[in-house]
């Protein structure tokens, strides 16, 4: 039994059960949680280690290394303030000490023990299906009415040439680093690729962020380019549009070949980190013997998350899409709505926001300005810059704005926000377009001052903003004037 999971079941034996849950990451764990509170007998088997990787090597330590950046990064810019501005000491060994006692601190929330108590079975070993019905874990017999995958994915290692004699770094050993990075090049630029990139500046590294495509290319570039000049101002070299065609070198001396628009060039650095993608966790899981098809992009569910195998059904990272622990957790409520309650629920959809966490954040839900013009034709597209919010100057937090779009009639169809606490500030788009808000509901409610949720207010309220000069509602209170 791996040592990640103490004290989890250990004899041999055979067991029958109402629910079986593949990984023991953000999905597995909502799913299991939920489905033993409403009295269901839960097996969840994890072969390494609980939490999965949103605790161990995703969205908590990169949220606690972006932490101490920021910290770093307030040091040296804050004279503004009346501060006097000083360069950090880094220590290296200290900042890993940070994000592994973070683990440590949001472990118990995933732990086995936590999970025996609330009822669960929990098994540390690999999980197999041998067929439709039955998976092998260890010297478990698994048989169960029905069974959750959620074997979440793993890094894409590129199919570079020299990459196999050349050290290098992925999400799941960064966070692990204890020594200063003199250069450190990225490969990739989304949401990983950029807020690492953004952490090792601040902690002092040159870094270099080479992308195949445009980075943040799949955000509304308007929004999108408001973080990329943040960035280049901090240093962060980002090139776009290039191949990487060979590395080579050893630790603390890494080249990188690249073909570029204007030919090829040569990049030397002293580390690499490689976050180009994600792909899902199937190899070994015997999907084959259940019936469940799989393909390079996840395994293939329908709209209700289950596999072509009708006892299987499969949420988070490993059928593709969105990735995100939130997306994970959404798609395990969907399987318990429809599994325990045979209601159609569907996964949030259009409703599913995504937060970058550099500084400033990059957020968005519903529908891109390009995708609403293309389903809806006319929209409309309101914005609110921060620079225009008292809290925003007070904080010197003035760079970026939000963008809302609506149709004609109002109805909302995305958010975005780039600029501080757009995480937070997104959420009440989400709740907004879950639940099918007009935008004249976005006005309705008091904001207070000062805060930076008044954006969310004064962006809505620029859809009525012709309303004061429109001629007929100026008849109107002139008539109403009359009335005395
Ligand atoms: C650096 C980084 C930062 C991120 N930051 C964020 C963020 O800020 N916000 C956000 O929402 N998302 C973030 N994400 C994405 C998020 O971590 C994932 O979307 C999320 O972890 C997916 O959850 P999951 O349950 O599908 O899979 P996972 O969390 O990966 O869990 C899957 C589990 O299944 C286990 N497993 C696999 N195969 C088997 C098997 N055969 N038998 C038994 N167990 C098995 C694995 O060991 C693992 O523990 C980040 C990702 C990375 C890499
Ligand atoms: N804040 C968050 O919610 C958060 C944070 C990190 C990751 N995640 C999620 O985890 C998933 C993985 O994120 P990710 O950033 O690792 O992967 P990604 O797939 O989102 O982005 C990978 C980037 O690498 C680029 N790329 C691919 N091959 C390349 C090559 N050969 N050379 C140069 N560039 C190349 C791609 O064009 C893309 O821009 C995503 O779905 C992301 O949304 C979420």
């Known amino acids: 039994m791996p040592k990640d999971i103490p004290n989890a079941a250990s004899e041999s034996q055979n067991i029958e059960t109402d629910f079986c849950v593949i990984g023991a990451g953000s999905g597995g764990l909502a799913f299991a949680a939920a489905a033993v509170a409403f009295g269901q007998r839960v097996v969840l088997i994890e072969k390494h280690k609980m939490g999965g990787d949103t605790l161990n090597y995703g969205s908590v330590p990169s949220k606690a290394l972006l932490a101490t950046a920021r910290r770093a990064n307030t040091m040296r810019t804050a004279s503004p303030y009346g501060i006097r501005d000083v360069e950090p000491l880094i220590d290296f060994a200290g900042v890993r000490e940070h ?50 995958i959620a074997t979440g994915s793993s ?100 080249a990188v070949e690249i073909e570029t628009p204007d030919g090829p060039e040569r990049i030397e650095g002293s580390d690499l980190l490689i976050v180009a993608g994600r792909k899902s966790n199937v190899a070994d899981l015997g999907l084959e013997a259940a019936g469940i098809k799989s393909t390079s992009d996840g395994i293939k569910v329908n709209a209700g998350l289950r596999t072509r195998n009708r006892r299987v059904y499969a949420i988070g ?57 293309a389903k809806y034709g006319k929209i409309r597209v309101l914005r609110w810059p921060y620079h225009e919010n008292d809290r925003a100057q007070a904080e010197r937090e003035t760079d970026g704005h939000i963008k809302v779009v609506t149709s004609k009639r109002g109805e909302i169809l995305g958010a975005g926000i780039v600029g501080a606490q757009a995480g937070e500030l997104i959420q009440m788009w989400a709740l907004a377009i879950s639940q099918g808000l007009k935008i004249k509901a976005m006005t309705e409610w008091v904001s207070p001052y000062p805060t930076l949720s008044e954006i969310n207010k004064r962006a809505a309220f620029r859809y009525f903003a012709t309303s004061p000069s429109n001629p007929y509602v100026r008849k109107v209170i002139a008539l109403l004037a009359k009335l005395g």
């Open 99 to 148: 994000i592994k006692s973070t683990i440590a601190r949001a472990a118990p929330n995933a732990s086995p023990e936590r999970f025996a108590g609330l009822g669960v079975r929990v098994i540390a070993a690999a999980a197999k299906f041998v067929d439709k019905s039955t998976v092998t874990a260890g010297d478990f017999r698994i048989t169960a009415r029905r069974f959750v």
């Open 317 to 373: 990272d490993v059928i593709g899409g969105p990735l995100s622990s939130h997306a994970a957790a959404e798609h395990a409520e969907v399987v318990l709505w429809r599994t325990l309650f045979r209601l159609r629920a569907k996964a949030a959809g259009r409703a599913l926001p995504r937060v970058v966490f550099t500084e400033p954040e990059l957020a968005h839900v519903g529908l891109s300005e390009t995708e609403a013009r």
């Open 155 to 254: 890094p894409v290692i590129l199919p570079i040439p020299g990459l196999q004699d050349v050290p290098y770094f992925t999400n799941e050993t960064i966070f692990e680093n204890a020594k200063p990075l003199a250069h450190l090049i990225v490969i990739g630029s989304h949401a990983t690729g950029l807020e690492l990139a953004q952490a090792y500046r601040r902690l002092g590294s040159q870094v270099t962020v080479l992308e195949a495509g445009r980075a943040l290319g799949d955000e509304d570039p308007e929004l999108a380019a408001v973080l990329l000049t943040k960035l280049y101002d901090e240093g962060v070299a980002i090139r776009e549009g290039v191949r990487v065609t060979r590395v080579a070198g050893e630790q603390g001396r890494i």
